[in-house]
Structure formats: structure tokens, C-alpha cells
T-cell receptor
Framework: NAGVTQTPKFQVLKTGQSMTLQCAQDMNHEYMSWYRQDPGMGLRLIHYSVGAGITDQGEVPNGYNVSRSTTEDFPLRLLSAAPSQTSVYFCASSYGRSSYNSPLHFGNGTRLTVT | GESVGLHLPTLSVQEGDNSIINCAYSNSASDYFIWYKQESGKGPQFIIDIRSNMDKRQGQRVTVLLNKTVKHLSLQIAATQPGDSAVYFC????????????????FGQGTILTVHP
């Protein structure tokens, strides 16, 4: 199993550009989520999905869209990039969304810089 | 508001020593706690978890202690090795009652552990 795969690893955007961060998992996990990690802020939840066709907002959803058309994929779209979205983005998945012994598995992140 | 925080942002130890990383939480309804390790350039990696009906859980070289009275969580690493050098995060998950925090982890800011040979 590859686990959680994120692409690209690095990305530089100009203000106003749009792009999609890709996330795929091959563990047949029901729950997937996106976090951003900023210095001094810890990991903050952007959006999450409890299954194909179902998405919901997390703590910091503004400026981001998600969709979950398949169990495996959970792309994150930046509609119009802003410098405040410069961050490291992590995708995570788990078998169940809150079950004990079902911890989140994280990808290795996408480092995004918006100039 | 709900938050999870750490007492010490950095911890330096000698190889072979035991390490203790602390975490405070404020949500008394939290019923599940997790420790993650994050190495440079990688995503967080699960270490160990504990439910609120337990006060201690042991893994391989790691022990998590939960003190619900003072809302404190700690991670103990025995015989710390250079490969243990990383950022360690605690995270808490709210109880299922009400469903609004169901399944959503709240992370602390992290403690940097440095192990000197």
C-alpha cells in the first residue's frame, strides 16, 4: 500500500491563480480530511469527508473547495490564491471518522507559496 | 474555547535518557487523545492513543499518561534515540454527544524533541 499520496510536493502560485491539490489513498478509508499547518498555529482542519459524495467544512474553509466523487480521491481546490494561503497542506484519512484505534494517516504534504 | 496546548516548545535530551513531553487540554468533553510524531519534510505519524476511560497506555518504548483531573496528557519515551528527534503533537477529539466535534481532531502546536548522541 502507498498509503496517502499527495501531489504536488511543492507549488508556487501568483495571487489570484487557482489550482488543485491532489490526494489519494489506497486503504479503502471512509474518512478523509485536509489540514493546513502554519508556524505557531498547529494543524487546522479545512474540509473533511465521511464518505463518497459527502463533504463538510472544518475550522478554516474559506477560499477552499473540495469534492469526493470516489472513496480514493479527495482533491482540494484553491479558487483564487492569496498570500494568506501560503502554508503546508496535509491530507489525512482513516477507516472511521472517530473510532478508537482508527487514527488518521497523513500524507507527506504539499508546500504552497503564494506570491 | 477548545484548545490543546503544550507546556514546553523544545526539549533536548541525551541519547539513552527518558523523555517526557507534556500537553494540556481544555475541553473536558474530549474522550480520545492521540500523539503524533512529525519528522522534517514529512506528515505526522501516529504514535499512540488513549481513551478518556483510561489513565495509562503503553506501546513500544512509549507510554501515554492521562490525568483528567487536571486535563493533562504526557508522552514518555524510554531510552530516547537520535531517530526520535522530531516534533511531537498531541491531539484531542471531542465526544460524540451533539456531533459537532465528532471525528474532528484539535492539534496542539507541537514540541521539538532533539536527541544528542
Amino acid at each position: 500500500n502507498a498509503g496517502v499520496t499527495q501531489t504536488p510536493k511543492f507549488q508556487v502560485l501568483k495571487t489570484g491563480q487557482s489550482m488543485t491539490l491532489q490526494c489519494a489513498q489506497d486503504m479503502n478509508h471512509e474518512y478523509m480530511s485536509w489540514y493546513r499547518q502554519d508556524p505557531g498555529m498547529g494543524l487546522r482542519l479545512i474540509h473533511y469527508s465521511v464518505g463518497a459524495g459527502i463533504t463538510d467544512q472544518g475550522e478554516v474553509p474559506n477560499g477552499y473547495n473540495v469534492s469526493r466523487s470516489t472513496t480514493e480521491d479527495f482533491p482540494l481546490r484553491l479558487l483564487s490564491a492569496a498570500p494568506s494561503q501560503t502554508s503546508v497542506y496535509f491530507c489525512a484519512s482513516s477507516y472511521g471518522r472517530s473510532s478508537y484505534n482508527s487514527p488518521l494517516h497523513f500524507g507527506n504534504g504539499t508546500r504552497l507559496t503564494v506570491t | 474555547g477548545e484548545s490543546v496546548g503544550l507546556h514546553l516548545p523544545t526539549l533536548s535530551v541525551q541519547e539513552g535518557d527518558n523523555s517526557i513531553i507534556n500537553c494540556a487540554y481544555s475541553n473536558s468533553a474530549s474522550d480520545y487523545f492521540i500523539w503524533y510524531k512529525q519528522e522534517s519534510g514529512k506528515g505526522p505519524q501516529f504514535i499512540i492513543d488513549i481513551r478518556s476511560n483510561m489513565d495509562k497506555r503503553q506501546g513500544q518504548r512509549v507510554t501515554v499518561l492521562l490525568n483528567k483531573t487536571v486535563k493533562h496528557l504526557s508522552l514518555q519515551i524510554a531510552a530516547t534515540q537520535p531517530g526520535d528527534s522530531a516534533v511531537y503533537f498531541c491531539a484531542e477529539m471531542g465526544g460524540s454527544a451533539g456531533g459537532t466535534s465528532y471525528g474532528k481532531l484539535t492539534f496542539g502546536q507541537g514540541t521539538i524533541l532533539t536527541v544528542h548522541p
